[in-house]
């Protein structure tokens, strides 16, 4: 096995030993822990939480002590805490966990794709591809994965043993890619100290500004974090519901969550195509409307194979919306030079996200998952006539079709 296929599989076992211990598994684990809707919220974003305040520190890192050395030290941290999850017998400590295991995404994903293209040598672009596609396969096949071996396990409700043979793979997983990384990452490396933790935060405020300063990248910027807000809040809650309110098996749960995330991964190439083509605007409000409305859905339905269409036609909002508002952001930053506002947008998404789930579960700590969920809906329909009335125009891609019909 050549070093750039090890990579792959490196990233391949880190992306599945992470899923593994997601998404179905961690709020029903939660939810057996005695956790109520505000704690099961709150354990499912704190791990976003922390990869938004410690990416930075992270990259600052790489540049002291190099990309390899960074990112062994991730492979350390997926390899590592699915294990403690072996101790955990309260929510409390749970969210402690959950808190260290985002360490591993925060330090590892800012150097893995560096590393990669070191690898690559000339063709950067074919490997990116592969590599990215890899992992992405990864994430997919843990949320069915963790669900069916619950679902094998358990005769009836999921026992805590049940719970601790998924965590139990999941340092397995984690194990496998800090081995392989320890075959392929050997040897010293030239650090090329480019920027210090300081320079990093500078830049992260001078992106913040430069979002602040342009209020169609505000808006457009916050269209996604506010669909992130409804992800989240699946992520959390949707296990949660297929099992306890639907009466799905876990596995079947983790199916909506993977059918959801796999719909995405592929209509995400032909709707960047089509907004290209016809413009972003109408293609970000087609997205929220489209996943308001199945969001909104989710609690009237009990059949999974009409939960697994609702999850589907999230899964294409969804798409729709990430896929045309960064390629707007990255027009409007192109326009008026934005360079560092770019990175910023990807953590206002990460604060969607994480979001997500913490007002999902104080919602849901007050009322029912019909009432919780319309809200959070009506949120994102609300945002459109807000964002139609500051995004009056697209900039790049308007004058090229013009450019282009005239």
Wanted: proline letters at 4%; one cysteine or more; charged letters at 10%.
């Amino acid at each position: 096995m050549n070093a750039f296929n090890t990579l792959c599989s490196v990233g391949f076992f880190a992306r599945f030993s992470y899923a593994l211990a997601r998404t179905p598994v961690l709020p029903l684990f939660a939810l057996y822990l005695g956790a109520g809707p505000e704690a099961i919220g709150f354990i499912v974003g704190i791990s976003t939480v922390t990869g938004i305040f410690f990416k930075l520190p992270s990259g600052a890192l790489s540049d002291l002590i190099g990309r390899k050395k960074t990112l062994l030290a991730g492979l350390v941290v997926f390899a590592a805490i699915p294990f403690t999850y072996l101790l955990v017998t309260t929510y409390q400590l749970l969210i402690l966990i959950r808190f260290l295991h985002g360490f591993a995404t925060a330090i590892y994903g800012p150097v893995a794709m560096a590393v990669v293209m070191d690898a690559a040598g000339c063709r950067k672009g074919e490997m990116l591809s592969w590599f990215s596609s890899v992992t992405i396969i990864g994430n997919l096949v843990g949320a069915p994965v963790g669900g069916y071996i619950l679902y094998r396990l358990a005769t009836g409700a999921p026992a805590l043993w049940d719970f601790q043979v998924v965590y139990l793979a999941s340092g397995i997983a984690g194990f496998l890619s800090l081995v392989l990384a320890l075959m392929v990452l050997q040897g010293q490396e030239t650090v090329e100290r480019s920027k210090g933790l300081q320079e990093s935060l500078r830049r992260f405020a001078s992106g913040i500004k430069e979002v602040l300063s342009d209020r169609r990248v505000v808006a457009t910027s916050s269209m996604e974090g506010l669909q992130n807000l409804t992800v989240g809040a699946l992520e959390a809650f949707l296990p949660i519901y297929a099992v306890k309110v639907a009466g799905l098996n876990e596995f079947q749960a983790g199916l909506l969550w993977g059918v959801q995330v796999l719909v995405t991964i592929l209509s995400k190439p032909l709707m960047g195509r089509i907004s290209d083509r016809y413009g972003r605007r109408p293609l970000i409000n087609g997205g929220m409307v489209l996943c308001a409305l199945s969001f909104g859905a989710i609690p009237l339905l009990h059949n999974f194979y009409f939960l697994l269409i609702t999850a589907t036609f999230f899964g294409l909002g969804e798409a729709l919306v990430t896929s045309s508002s960064a390629a707007l952001v990255a027009d409007i930053c192109q326009e008026r030079h934005f360079g560092t506002a770019m990175g910023t947008f990807g953590t206002i998404f990460d604060v969607g996200h994480a979001a997500g789930p913490i007002l999902a579960g104080l919602l849901l700590a007050r009322m029912d998952y019909l009432p919780a969920f319309w809200i959070m809906g009506s949120i994102l329909l609300a945002s459109i006539p807000v964002f139609l009335l500051t995004v009056t125009h697209e900039g790049r891609v308007e004058a090229a079709a013009m450019s282009k019909n005239a």
